[in-house]
Nanobody, 115 residues
Framework: QVQLVESGGGLVQPGGSLRLSCAASGSIFSMYVMGWYRQAPGKQRELVAV???????NYADSVKGRFTISRDAARNTVYLQMNSLKPEDTAVYYC?????????WGQGTQVTVSS
């Protein structure tokens, strides 16, 4: 089993920044994709940014140039640096790890962008 522990959500004003962290533990294979999805009220869960063990990243168009995903391989931890936040970024952000054809999810952390 894999456990994902998220941290770093909160309330921020438009234009502000937040950094999310997600640490994975348990039976982690050497190759995986890890990253962040988000779900706003009344909307489907959507990809925000992911990174593979090979260092390949993928971002949603809506966050390109504002968000940066990074990975600490030794700690099996990914970070999402979110800059220039907008009200439409408000959502519950979920950490995800995909490996060996299985999805693992964190409990979610709320990000609210509001003045």
């Amino acid at each position: 089993q894999v456990q994902l522990v998220e941290s770093g959500g909160g309330l921020v004003q438009p234009g502000g920044s937040l950094r999310l962290s997600c640490a994975a533990s348990g039976s982690i294979f050497s190759m995986y994709v890890m990253g962040w999805y988000r779900q706003a009220p009344g909307k489907q869960r959507e990809l925000v940014a992911v990174v593979s063990t090979g260092g390949i990243t993928n971002y949603a168009d809506s966050v390109k140039g504002r968000f940066t995903i990074s990975r600490d391989a030794a700690r099996n931890t990914v970070y999402l640096q979110m800059n220039s936040l907008k009200p439409e970024d408000t959502a519950v952000y979920y950490c995800n790890l995909f490996s060996s054809r299985r999805d693992y999810w964190g409990q979610g952390t709320q990000v609210t962008v509001s003045s």
